[in-house]
């Protein structure tokens, strides 16, 4: 299943820089992890602003809802979600 994932990140202006580097690398660690096994297919940054939107290919929404919510910035981040499927007027035979 394929979904179209948009996160805002919103770190708290309070937050030491020191601990917001070392959240950032693990959320960076984390991220490449998931890309290199191809659950994570696609990931954009969003220009502007601390954003990013990326697609995700899981067996479940709850598989989705699992990998979300494991994210180190996950408490940080405002999350909109929405499942994909092919469009007829595609001249791809697959979604790479």
Not at 61 to 84: C, K, N, R, T, W
Request: aromatic residues 8%; hydrophobic residues 45%.
């Amino acid at each position: 299943m394929l979904f179209k994932v948009e996160m805002t990140v919103r770190l708290p202006a309070t937050m030491p820089v020191a601990e917001a580097e070392a959240l950032k690398k693990t959320e960076r660690e984390v991220a490449q992890g998931l890309m290199r096994q191809g659950t994570w297919r696609h990931l954009w940054r969003v220009a502007g602003r601390y954003a990013n939107v990326s697609i995700f290919d899981v067996d479940s929404v709850e598989q989705l809802h699992q990998l979300l919510s494991g994210l180190p910035l996950f408490p940080y981040m405002d999350i909109d979600v929405a499942p994909l499927c092919r469009h007829p007027s595609s001249i791809r035979n697959d979604d790479r």
